[in-house]
């Protein structure tokens, strides 16, 4: 990592929420939240679930819950079709529990990344047919899937979609289309997951059954699936991840405790970081290099032998992902040389590329260039690739102004996906150069980083980390709060870890000293002065003894 611009925010006007007597800290980072009003804020701090949305405002969802239903009284075989990523294979194993609760007949599918390909495809559709089942309900898939779905119909299945994907080319004419993305809809939060919506549509069922029965012990999925998936973590979304975490403390599924001690994870101080680091690699990992349903099986198993071997197996199968994605993360920044500093956006890829994890590629290329990034595997008679981008750029956008060119694509603004023939594949590298540049061309194109608050060390206390601890669970949308402090002296200063990847201080600023870390700033060792500016987050040192508060050091600059 390189040194980044400091973006500090503005302040918050004078008297805002002042009626609330909260510190000015507090204050400054419901500001920069967009928090508007007293009750907003109350709202945002209180966190007692009441920002769930009644799921039968959900799109078609009556519609959905009828067919459900009448599933249930017929005793037909129910298919639910999940999409092979954390969030897929978390609103799987709601809606296949949940069903099964229900009395269904119920056949769990999660596809085979490179066989398979994303979505509904005719070939699975066959299978599910001939095993028996007349309803296919999807998760975290299938809106696009306008001619699978025709060809379910021809073999006389119902199709059901609950999906979250962008709507890009119409709706499928499914049985019913469950999206809070849709145009019509009126639900009041359209970002949730895939397995949020999944979610959604098993309360909907079950209140429309009389059921009772409390979904609390799915709520563990549920953070791990949305968390995993990088939506925003406000709204409804964050009060589903914030009960899921307390779910999550005390999961009696025996995979995710034999997964969090194979990961050297506390259940009991599991957040939403240690979810996006570490559990949800690990459950997205065999879905990127073998099968997805390795997953699946560790968050239902009822044995602990298999628990144990899963989690195994997952462990294993992250740490040649790690492997692999380094390699191929060399090779794209070889092929693009010094190319990148002259293009708006990067694209690479060819047959030695693997699609289970270009999508990991293209976002380490993104964190190092800050462009718009897309790696794609080369086979036979069409590539696959995965895209990364940039605030500044709506990388599924762009995809639809070159629909003509592409077989399929889908995805956010953010993160998409797409297949190609390769006799389309220069212009298509050509067109989206083109739409980069139009878009880009008057912005600045240079990582940077977010500061809301300057604070100054020795004005840092106890209610001041207890109230930063009111606005987790972090994630997207709710970012980690990242402090500016200036004139902090260096009382030690060393390179630590494997290769002094890492730089370690101590800092004083009148009596108060704190301990601080700076992974991956260890080859700017030499840049630290006497004295400098930091900016920082808040971590805890799990490592020794007891829990140590510190500094999570991202940037500095010497005092000069």
């Known amino acids: 990592m390189n040194h980044r611009r400091w973006k500090v925010l503005p302040p918050a006007p004078a008297g805002f929420l002042g009626e609330m007597r909260l510190p000015p800290v507090a204050v400054q980072l419901l500001y920069s939240r967009g928090i508007t009003s007293p009750s907003e804020a109350e709202d945002f701090l209180r966190m007692d679930g009441g920002q769930q949305g009644d799921p039968l405002l959900l799109p078609e969802m009556e519609r959905a819950v009828a067919r459900v239903y009448q599933a249930l009284l017929r005793g037909e075989t129910i298919a639910v079709y999940g999409d092979f990523d954390a969030d897929?294979?978390?609103?799987?194993?709601?809606?296949?529990?949940?069903?099964?609760?229900?009395?269904?007949?119920?056949?769990?599918?999660?596809?085979?990344?490179?066989?398979?390909?994303?979505?509904?495809?005719?070939?699975s559709l066959d299978s599910l047919c001939q095993q028996g089942a007349s309803l296919v309900v999807t998760v975290d898939c299938g809106v696009g899937n306008?001619?699978?779905?025709?060809?379910?119909?021809?073999?006389?299945?119902?199709?059901?979609?609950?999906?979250?994907?962008?709507?890009?080319?119409?709706?499928?004419?499914?049985?019913?289309?469950?999206?809070?993305?849709?145009?019509?809809?009126?639900?009041?939060?359209?970002?949730?997951?895939?397995?949020?919506?999944?979610?959604?549509?098993?309360?909907?069922?079950?209140?429309?059954?009389?059921?009772?029965?409390?979904?609390?012990?799915?709520?563990?999925?549920?953070?791990?699936?949305?968390?995993?998936?990088?939506?925003?973590?406000?709204g409804e979304n964050r009060t589903l991840v914030k009960a899921g975490l307390r779910a999550l403390s005390k999961t009696k599924r025996l995979g995710l405790i034999e997964l969090m001690r194979t990961a050297g994870v506390q259940p009991d101080g599991v957040g939403s970081e240690q979810i996006a680091w570490t559990v949800a690699p690990r459950l997205n990992a065999p879905g990127r290099l073998e099968h997805a349903v390795a997953g699946y099986r560790l968050l239902v198993t009822d044995s602990p032998d298999e628990a144990r071997q899963l989690a195994q197996v997952l462990e294993e199968t992250n740490t040649r992902r790690q492997i692999l994605t380094?390699?191929?993360?060399?090779?794209?920044?070889?092929?693009?040389?010094?190319?990148?500093?002259?293009?708006?956006?990067?694209?690479?890829?060819?047959?030695?590329?693997?699609?289970?994890?270009?999508?990991?590629?293209?976002?380490?290329?993104?964190?190092?260039?800050?462009?718009?990034?897309?790696?794609?595997?080369?086979?036979?008679?069409?590539?696959?690739?995965s895209a990364r981008s940039i605030p500044e750029f709506d990388v599924v956008a762009a995809l639809g102004q070159c629909r003509d060119l592409l077989v399929r694509f889908g995805g956010h603004p953010m993160a998409a996906g797409f297949t190609v023939e390769n006799r389309n594949l220069p212009e298509l590298h050509q067109r989206l150069l083109q739409i980069a540049d139009a878009e880009l061309s008057l912005s600045e194109l240079q990582p940077s980083m977010t500061v809301e608050a300057e604070l100054p060390l020795a004005g840092i206390n106890g209610e001041v980390l207890k109230l930063i601890d009111k606005f987790a669970p972090f994630g997207t949308g709710n970012p980690v709060p990242v402090f500016l402090s200036r004139g902090a002296q260096v009382t030690e200063c060393q390179a630590v870890g494997n290769?002094?990847?890492?730089?370690?201080?101590?800092?004083?600023?009148?009596k108060v000293v704190w301990r601080a870390i700076g992974f991956d700033l260890g080859h700017l060792l030499p840049e630290v002065g006497q004295?400098?500016?930091?900016?920082?987050?808040?971590?805890?040192?799990?490592?020794?003894?007891?829990?140590?508060?510190?500094?999570?050091?991202?940037?500095?600059?010497?005092?000069r």
């Open 146 to 234: 306008v001619r699978e779905i025709e060809y379910a119909q021809s073999l006389g299945l119902d199709v059901i979609v609950t999906d979250h994907h962008s709507i890009s080319h119409g709706l499928p004419k499914a049985f019913a289309v469950v999206n809070p993305k849709r145009a019509d809809s009126v639900y009041p939060f359209p970002q949730l997951a895939g397995v949020g919506v999944a979610y959604k549509f098993l309360q909907a069922l079950f209140v429309a059954l009389g059921r009772k029965d409390p979904l609390d012990s799915m709520l563990d999925v549920v953070a791990i699936g949305t968390v995993a998936d990088m939506v925003p973590l406000v």
């Open 88 to 123: 897929g294979i978390c609103g799987t194993v709601v809606l296949a529990e949940g069903l099964s609760l229900l009395g269904g007949n119920v056949v769990p599918y999660i596809p085979h990344r490179v066989e398979e390909g994303y979505g509904l495809n005719c070939v």
């Open 326 to 385: 380094n390699e191929l993360v060399a090779r794209a920044k070889e092929e693009l040389s010094g190319s990148w500093a002259e293009l708006p956006l990067l694209m690479v890829g060819g047959e030695h590329y693997v699609s289970g994890v270009v999508g990991l590629v293209a976002g380490k290329l993104v964190e190092e260039f800050y462009r718009p990034s897309i790696v794609y595997e080369t086979r036979e008679k069409v590539s696959k690739g």
């Open 499 to 510: 290769g002094s990847r890492h730089l370690k201080l101590k800092l004083k600023q009148g």
């Open 531 to 559: 004295e400098i500016d930091i900016v920082y987050s808040f971590s805890v040192d799990r490592w020794g003894a007891q829990d140590m508060l510190e500094l999570n050091i991202l940037d500095f600059a010497p005092v």
